[in-house]
Structures are given as C-alpha cells and as structure tokens.
C-alpha cells in the first residue's frame, strides 16, 4: 500500500478493494461506502417530517373499521349477557388503535399540510380523510362513557382538522 506524502492515509489509487458477490452480482464495497458518506445526512426533524408525510391517508378507512368494531363488540356485550364481560374488555384495543391511527394523522396535517393539500386534490385520497374524520366521531362516542372530557376534546380536534382540511382544498384549488 503506497502512502502520500505528507500522511499517513494511503492514497485513492492504492487503497485495496474489497468485492462482495451474492449470485453473480459484485459490488465494491469501498465503492458504496463512498457514495454513502458523500451522501448528506438528515437530521431528527427532517426524518421526522418526512416519514409523517408518507403516513398513507388510507388509515382513515382502517380506523373507521376499528372504531366501528369497537362499537359492535359493544354491543353484542350489551345484547348478549353471556359475552358482556369479554366484550369490555377487548373492545378497548381496537379503539384504542383507532385512536393512535387519527394522533398519527393529525401529526401528519401539523408537519406536512403542503402534502395533505396535494393529497385532498386527489379524489381517492380525500376519502380517507373523510373516513378519518367519522372514525374520530364514532371513537368520540365509543370514548364518552370512559372520559366525557378525553371524548370532547377529540370531537373538538375533528372540528379543528375539519376547519384545516376545508382551508387546505380551498387554498389547492385557487392556486
């Protein structure tokens, strides 16, 4: 290995190249570490906002189908003695789930509204915020007997992201 001149680092060319072949395909190894380093790296509030941007507005319909089994198990335990005591108990997971999904899309309009705005321009994706919204209605009343502050406040944030929402298509479609 030749060395430069003036440290103790060996120069481009003389550097040794490792290879790695995985069926009959060969990388240099040197090689994809230097693009990886020439790379610029993001820091947490970058990642953050870009990963809340790729949180996909189809969870609407997920947490709709969520808040609305909670709902049914709810209601089979009232309408069958027999499964009353189950159906407490396991219908708090999926509202519960249902409630993460609507924090992860309210997260999603804070950081990233340029993307929700382009998102409500297209007709297939705005239904999943509809579907959002009505999932936090009915996850609201599945909550009331629970906490009636914890469920006003989220009829209280739906309003809000409602308000955001209509802001957001009205200014994409006068732009």
Known sequence: MALSDDDTQPDEESRPRRRASAHGVTVEIQDLLDSRASQPRDNMSQLFVRHAAQFPTETGGIALNLAGLAAWSGAVGETYSVWAAPSRSVRWVPLTVAILLLLLSFVK???????????????????????????????????????????????????????IHVGLWVGAAFA
């Not at 321009?121 to 906490?147: D, F, Q, R, T």
């Open 109 to 163: 309009l804070c950081v990233a509204p340029a993307v929700v705005r382009r998102e409500l321009c297209n007709p297939k994706l705005a239904g999943g915020y509809g579907a959002l919204l009505m999932s936090a209605v009915l996850a609201a009343s599945e909550l009331k007997p629970l906490n009636a502050s914890l469920a006003l406040a989220l009829v209280h944030l739906v309003a809000l992201t409602d308000i």
